[in-house]
């Protein structure tokens, strides 16, 4: 994916185009926003440029076509995880992945001249990871690139933070919530109206940001069809313009389904922080609404 088709984060994108047109890269970045605001989605197209053979992301080079199926050998992602003695326990980013961050950052970048290492929810690095990490920034190896995914800037020590280039994301605006809406609604309708085939086709390489955004856009959609039910003026809705079609949908709900719908959605995005598949998630959200709508 290249940064120019991330349409809502235009000062995010701008600085980071700019850092790629020429300007110096710098070794760590912050990526600081809301989950959901597409901090990962951009940390990925970032990186693929920053892999790429051409240096803009064209999409048909060899490190571009890694980069984008996440096979890359010198793209690291690094998600928090559960202690491997209690798969339910509390996700953390702990020493070993920071110091087999180390290791990696060590060796010779394998196809071009850069290796990338991401980190999901960096704020999750626990006990002495920090202390650590701030080790490896303060010396990066040559050719290293850090991008951390938090929530504010005081979510991991003030040291860690000064080394980083800072990038704001903004939380979505109105008109990513109709957007999100819209695709919620349309993802219902086509996996009613044409089965699971239609689903998997839709959900196919759904990264977890996306995943997020269409579980927001589901809760949203039952939120909305609760006013509708309720006959709220079309200016309460998330997207005043689909009044309509939300009201013809809202036909095929009772109160009582909407709400459990909602504890649905609510309960799917807690499993998406605990690192289960994006794909099935959105799959099940879609699956459990479709049956509890007429
Ligand atoms: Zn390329």
Not at 245 to 257: I, N, P, Q, S, V
Not at 279 to 286: A, C, D, I, S
């Amino acid at each position: 994916m290249a940064l120019e088709t991330i349409r809502d984060q235009p000062r995010a994108v701008e600085l980071l185009r700019r850092a790629l047109g020429g300007e110096r890269v710098a070794h760590a970045y912050a990526f600081v926003g809301p989950a959901g605001s597409g901090r990962m989605t951009t940390a990925r197209a970032f990186a693929q440029a920053l892999l790429c053979e051409t240096g803009r992301a064209c999409g048909r080079c060899r490190a571009c076509t890694l980069a984008a199926s996440a096979q890359h050998p010198d793209l690291h992602v690094i998600v928090p995880t559960p202690p491997e003695s209690n798969p339910r326990g509390a996700r953390t980013i702990r020493i070993g992945a920071i110091r087999e961050l180390e290791r990696q950052a060590a060796l010779r970048p394998a196809l071009g001249g850069r290796r990338v290492f991401v980190l999901d929810e960096a704020e999750r690095m626990t006990g002495e990871s920090p202390q650590a990490f701030l080790k490896f920034l303060e010396e990066p190896p040559v050719g290293t690139v850090v991008i951390l995914a938090l929530p504010g800037v005081r979510a991991v020590p003030a040291t860690v933070i000064s080394r980083c280039q800072i990038v704001r994301f903004q939380a979505r605006g109105a008109g990513q919530t109709a957007t999100i809406v819209g695709e919620a609604l349309a993802l219902l309708q086509a996996a009613r109206g044409e089965g699971a085939p239609a689903l998997f086709r839709r959900t196919d390489r759904l990264d977890r940001d996306r995943a997020e955004a269409l579980i927001d856009g589901c809760w949203l959609l039952c939120r909305d069809l609760l006013l509708a039910r309720a006959g709220a003026p079309a200016v309460l809705l998330s997207d005043a313009e689909r009044a309509a079609e939300l009201t013809a949908e809202a036909g095929r709900w009772t109160d009582d389904d909407l709400l459990a719908a909602i504890a649905i959605c609510r309960q799917a995005r807690e499993t998406l922080i605990n690192n289960v598949t994006p794909r099935l998630t959105v799959e099940m959200v879609v699956g459990r609404l479709l049956a509890r709508a007429a």
